[in-house]
């Protein structure tokens, strides 16, 4: 199978649609669940399958350091190495690389920094993160992108929006070079991978446009809104998203980058996103915080010791159908794994059936509805 | 169903049989994972179903401190509390106590120790650990008895020997009072609870002889062999193995606690044992051991980084049908909490497929040429 995407269905700006890649299908809107290093933290590959994940994420960063991009071309791939043969979308490392604060300098060639790991010394360039993902071979590339902090000025932003594309002209070269098999030390592990071209430009409305406008020019496969969900008030983020989807491509799936809580995804299809990922329903599990169709619950909290109910009465996930919240909060008192793992199954279930749901509101006409009553069932005031 | 036990199948001291309980059979030799907290640390309830077992353990002292028994049957005993509707056996509470070294006395009514937890000062009796179980409501209890450090000389044995069998006739007492409603102040939740007597007696042979004796006359449900792998050579466990059975009642399952490595099980077997628990399968786990049918294997070796075969190519275990010693490796050196799960998937499959084996080859009339082979396989020269 080579990338494809078809929208079937739309309601307003939001849309249904069918991605195609060449691990399979991925019905959109969709979320990704995150697996950093090639696992998602708590759950087994049968459990996301189960739960409805069509596709995951990893990250480069913390691949290419350990066990390395080599290692893992070597053993066929990163498909093969993990035993998922579904779709996996790998980030460009930017983002982990840019988070590293003191240990990184940045400069028009890429980003130089200092493995968390070990202290050893690695350059990031817009080519390094293609060969890498290449090596990796996920069916859906990110180019590296240049990531702001909030808030920064028009001038910083338009330098930034600006060097990110000039590092997209090069990653997108770079994988020409390795599709003509004119990178003969790169081992592309996926022959039929995708890359995504990053609409970046804060939250300056004229940028988001200039850097949509032009990253499209460039041509990808797709495209993704990036820089967002990094501290900006909520409605300027939904704002941003709306302004932005516009100036892409209505035949080509649209990525919000990091984002975000249940409401941020049903507000971002409303404004025409199709994919997203994120660490919430994951993380958040292992610090015992659940999503529910009732709103958060923190499983910790004393109120919950002698609590028969299951965690979200409307859920039919494993956790919920067998497991009361006095068990789980016991367990996370207790520091046991096992409620990291009924935790992560349940948040990443309801995130899931959230998409589901939104699917299935759009095939029949009725998102706007499912959007209004999501927000009063959970109490989402966003 | 009560509590009942039959002989299937024999070959020489070794039997087959069917252990029923009030909450389902147990088909013996059985081995039971061991769930400290309530759970079996890193996979859940249905993994252990799927890998056969069918009956856990937990443990009195863990879950009398947290979340506390008096909790535990107000949400109904302990199977409901978490979720587990087949057999559970619960131990006595004393050996955790007796392992805490500097924070616990013992004395003629019981052991009086400081939690692990917060240093609040408690009472184990007797009477209280029959209590406490009763509350939990488990299929099996266990009478309270006294674990000495090996080596221990013949006389402070056989006075620990005798104050145990002083310390089951008060428990016995105690569980009649609870039967006869005569404990007011004790909600059993199991009515069908049976409770185990426990021979000690270290490794004379005279003084085990003693307390099978005197346990048997004071009459439980079935017998236990404790204060075994304390630190004594496996061949002089192995002996007084031998030599307890045979003073234990046939129609009644054998108990051999805290044991063992797998080939120790099959010796045990063939010694005349029925019951197992260990929390070597799951402990070793997550430590990176992992048991094979080609012996044991340290997934975080360097040697492994880039072997793409199962752990265990004869294993048909979730994690052996999909991941490569290169995978677990690299999730076991990245820290991730699913090499925990995925080791653990393992280890008790490994552990239960074993039993499952012992009990086909009785079946088959074939368990000594099993024994033999498993040695070989495994390369056990215990």
Known sequence: ??????????????????????????????????????????????????????????????????????????????HTFIGWDKPILTDSGGYQ??????????????????????????????????????????????????????????????????????????????LSAIRASAAPDVRATNAGQAQFGIVQGGVYPELRQESAQQTVEIGFEAYAIGGLSVGEPIDLMYDVVAHTTPHLPRDRP???????????????????????????????????????????????????AEDDRPPDPNCGCYTCRNFSRAYLRHLFVAGEINASTLNTLHNLNFYLDTLRGIRESLTFGRFQTFRDEFRVRTGSDA
């Open 254 to 304: 649209r990525y919000l980058m990091g984002v975000g809580t249940p409401i941020d995804i049903v507000e971002a299809v409303s404004r025409g996103v199709d994919m997203f990922d994120c660490v919430l329903p994951t993380r958040n599990a292992r610090n015992g915080q659940l999503f529910t169709s009732e709103g958060k619950l923190n499983i910790k909290n004393r109120q919950y």
């Open 97 to 174: 690389v840019f988070s590293l604060a003191a240990r990184r300098t940045i400069d028009e060639n890429g980003a130089k920094f200092r493995s968390h790991l070990d202290g050893s010394l690695h350059l990031l360039t817009p080519e390094k993160a293609t060969d890498i993902q290449s090596q990796l071979g996920s069916d859906i590339a990110m180019v590296l992108d240049e990531c702001l902090a909030y808030p920064a000025t028009a001038d910083a932003t338009r330098a930034s929006m600006e060097r990110t594309l000039r590092w997209a002209r090069r990653a997108r070269e770079r």
């Open 1 to 78: 199978m080579s990338f494809d995407f078809r929208v079937t269905h739309s309601d307003g700006a939001a849309r249904r649609g069918v991605l195609t890649t060449p691990h399979g299908v991925v019905e959109t809107p969709a979320f990704m669940p995150v697996g950093t290093q090639g696992a998602v933290k708590g759950v087994t590959h049968r459990d996301l399958v189960s739960a409805g994940a069509e596709i995951v994420l990893s990250n480069t960063y913390h691949l290419y350091l350990r066990p390395g991009d080599d290692l893992i071309a070597r053993r066929g791939g990163l």
